[in-house]
Every structure is written in C-alpha cells, then in structure tokens.
Nanobody, 129 residues
C-alpha cells in the first residue's frame, strides 16, 4: 500500500521559515518524480514544486521561486520542502504527491494533477502575526 505522510507544518510569523517532510512507503521511491501542492482556504489545488527521481531536476511555481527549496533523500524515502521568507499568502494545506513517471522533463507536466496517482493527507501551514 502506497503511503505518503506529511509533517512539519505549523504556525509561523511572516518572514519565518518551515521545513516540511513527506515520508513515503509502499513503492520504489526512486522510480518516481514527486511534487508538493497546496490548497488555500476557499481556493483550488495549486502546484508548488516538483522534483525528478534523482533530485537533479527541480521545478517551482513563480509564486515560490527563490523562497522555497524542494529536495529528496532516496536513502530515507523522504521528500522535503524548505520554505523561507514565508508570506500570509502561503497559508494553506500542503500535500505531497507521487507522480506516475520518474521524470517529466518540463515543469508544465508537473502542474497536471492527472500525472499524480497518490497523495498524502496534508499538513497545515499558517503564516500569521
């Protein structure tokens, strides 16, 4: 059974940092690209960042470029998202998702929700003073 379990969310002040983790099990971790997506209150699901199977290619939405860093540790079957300079508009539930391919080659394909076949339960990030 595929499992993706996010952790690391919480309440942080604007300008602060958080590091999200996603522990994966039940599938060959290094055979799949992964992404972080988020859903803000009252809004639809938004792709945030993606990473290919070996971590050598990373992709970011314009809204987080320069502030967020995605990474993975294939030895630990874990995906990470380092979030710096957080803004109130980053408030959302953050999900990790397993792609159905090891690499898409272009950021556009990481934004397509149909390219993911498993999702975590999400972790809440609230940015507020």
């Amino acid at each position: 059974e595929v499992q993706l379990v996010e952790s690391g969310g919480g309440l942080v002040q604007p300008g602060g940092s958080l590091r999200l983790s996603c522990a994966a099990s039940g599938f060959p971790f290094d055979d799949h690209a992964l992404s972080w997506l988020r859903q803000a209150p009252g809004k639809g699901l938004e792709w945030v960042s993606g990473i290919n199977w070996n971590g050598m290619k990373t992709y970011y939405a314009d809204a987080v470029t320069g502030r967020f860093t995605i990474s993975r540790d294939n030895a630990k079957n874990t995906l990470y998202l380092q979030m710096n300079s957080l803004k109130s508009e980053d408030t959302a539930v953050y999900y990790c998702a397993k792609a159905n391919r090891p690499d898409y080659g272009q950021s556009y394909y990481y934004t397509i929700l149909a390219n993911y076949d498993s999702w975590g339960q999400g972790t809440q990030v609230t940015v507020s003073s």
